[in-house]
């Protein structure tokens, strides 16, 4: 198998801490001053959300820190989260003019400098619109369903936000380790967006606390649904349920229970000394070996079917990875998990990849050991809403099904829905790109609907 060895770093020295302590004031300013101001800003259309770059750097630049942060508020509800975990070498810092010269601004990290220094020194006004354009009830907060009510609670409508778990924020707070974003800079993302008059309503699950029909009952107006990829996918290979096998979002949610005091540290199904094998290369599975090591395994080898060519995981997570210690196995494709009481092992056909990319198995079997092994493959919706309320379309794979007109609604009239429950797991900013669009749709549909009932008349839906 090919094999790419990790380095001989001490697992011992890993902690959670932020890896990345970002930019003093001094060297913020000094990065700010090196932008061109560009007339033709090519890093705002590699930004998904158009963040309107350039002109927060400007203020930056001359020390308007408040104004910076006004500036990316019109287009962001969480810059300190963006600035942190946003692919954006492939992003606003790929498009960057200065790149060719290889001296690109740094624009996630100076995105962080401002939204954290606001955050510290509290410089921007946020206010509660005193209108009340509509009453929107948001089921899910990750950073679809917080830009969803951030936007509308501008917009001047009252959002109550629903969420399954004990604290909102989604992957935010459950799946992305804290090494990578710590929960503190979710928490005061969360705190301002709350400031804005927008209600969070934790420890409660549509479906089976409230139905939506329940919600729509206590008048609310319109409903977003945010909900995310929740099942874990497994590989369907004999030996899946062997105790050992475990799933890697599973994990990162335990881990982070752990750390805040929620759950006792022997509960996290990773252990100090254990041998652990992760199947998959994308972001989830960087993160959950990377989290396996903080945690104490003694080995983590990451096995994937493909070569460093195609992983999904950022370049940036994974020259993490390996300089902490990660081994990679690449054209490994598992077959069978080994054990009898408990998983001990990963059994593994050696792939060969053709020149046209295709891969085959070349018959050549190996045992890894592993006394934990990792499932990071994919993720697919939960049906606990769908299934309880009648109307809601779903496609073959489980993820809903929304319109162009009005954007993002489903096929239930006053029912929307956005970001990874829509368009499969993707980014932080891709889910909050379309979570904006749907709720500029959904800010229509309501205006429409309250001047229809002004006028003593109901918005009916021909297909029910
Ligand atoms: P989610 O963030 O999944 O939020 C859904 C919310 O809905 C959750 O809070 C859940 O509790 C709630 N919910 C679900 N069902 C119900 C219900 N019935 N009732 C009430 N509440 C409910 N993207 C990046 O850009 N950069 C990264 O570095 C990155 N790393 C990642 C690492 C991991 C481990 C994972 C899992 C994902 C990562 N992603 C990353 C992807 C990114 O986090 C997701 O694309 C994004 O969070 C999707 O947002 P969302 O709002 O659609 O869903």
């Given at each position: ?7 001989d ?32 800003p ?36 969480l ?21 060719k ?17 606001d ?5 921007s ?5 005193n ?50 974003l ?18 969070f309503q ?36 004999p030996?899946?349920?062997l ?13 982070m ?19 652990v ?25 990451v ?39 408990r ?17 085959q ?23 606990r ?33 956005g ?42 839906d021909?297909?029910?």
């Amino acid at each position: 198998m090919l094999i790419d060895k990790g380095s001989d770093f001490d697992h011992q020295d890993l902690t959670f801490d932020e890896i990345d302590e970002g930019f003093t004031t001094k060297e913020a300013i000094k990065e700010a001053k090196r932008c061109l101001n560009c007339q033709k800003p090519l890093c705002r259309t590699g930004c998904p959300i158009e963040n309107e770059i350039p002109d927060f750097i400007q203020e930056l630049a001359k020390g308007n820190l408040g104004q910076a942060s006004a500036v990316i508020a019109h287009r962001s509800n969480l810059p300190a989260v963006c600035g942190r975990v946003c692919p954006r070498e492939k992003q606003c810092e790929a498009a960057c003019i200065l790149n060719k010269k290889g001296c690109g601004i740094k624009i996630g990290k100076l995105e962080r400098f401002i939204a954290d220094f606001d955050a510290e020194m509290d410089i921007s006004v946020l206010t509660k619109k005193n209108v009340e354009k509509g009453k929107v009830a948001v089921i899910g907060s990750g950073p679809a369903g917080l830009t969803v009510a951030g936007d509308l609670a501008k917009l001047g409508f009252r959002v109550t936000v629903f969420d399954g778990q004990a604290e909102p924020g989604g992957v935010l707070m459950y799946g992305i380790p804290e090494f990578r974003l710590n929960k503190e800079v979710v928490r005061r993302e969360i705190r301002r967006i709350e400031r804005q008059g927008v209600v969070f309503q934790t420890n409660v699950l549509i479906g089976r606390d409230l139905t939506v029909d329940e919600l729509f009952s206590q008048g609310y107006d319109a409903i977003f649904i945010g909900t995310g990829t929740a099942l874990p996918k497994t590989l369907e290979i004999p030996g899946k349920n062997l105790p050992g096998v475990i799933q890697a979002t599973y994990f990162l949610g335990m881990v982070m229970l752990a750390n805040h005091g929620g759950i006792a540290s022997l509960e996290v199904p990773v252990h100090k000394g254990d041998d652990v094998i992760v199947i998959g290369a994308g972001n989830v599975a960087i993160d959950a070996a990377r989290t396996a090591l903080r945690v104490g395994a003694a080995s983590v080898t990451v096995v994937y079917r493909r070569t460093v060519a195609n992983i999904t995981a950022l370049q940036s997570e994974f020259e993490g990875a390996q300089s902490e210690g990660v081994q990679f196995q690449w054209l490994t494709n598992p077959v069978r998990y080994v054990g009898t009481d408990r998983v001990t092992g990963l059994a593994c056909e050696r792939q060969i990849m053709t020149d046209d990319g295709k891969l085959q198995g070349s018959g050549q079997v190996e045992i890894l050991s592993a006394n934990k092994i990792i499932v990071a493959v994919g993720q697919r919706p939960a049906a606990r809403i769908v299934s309880t309320t009648a109307g809601i379309e779903v496609n073959q794979a489980g993820f809903v099904v929304t319109k162009d007109r009005p954007y993002g609604m489903t096929t239930r009239h006053g029912i929307f829905a956005g970001g990874d429950v829509v368009h499969e797991p993707a980014t932080v900013v891709l889910a909050m790109k379309e979570a904006k669009k749907v709720a500029s749709g959904l800010a229509q549909y309501v205006e429409a609907k309250r001047l229809m009932e002004e006028c003593g008349l109901a918005m009916t839906d021909t297909r029910q």
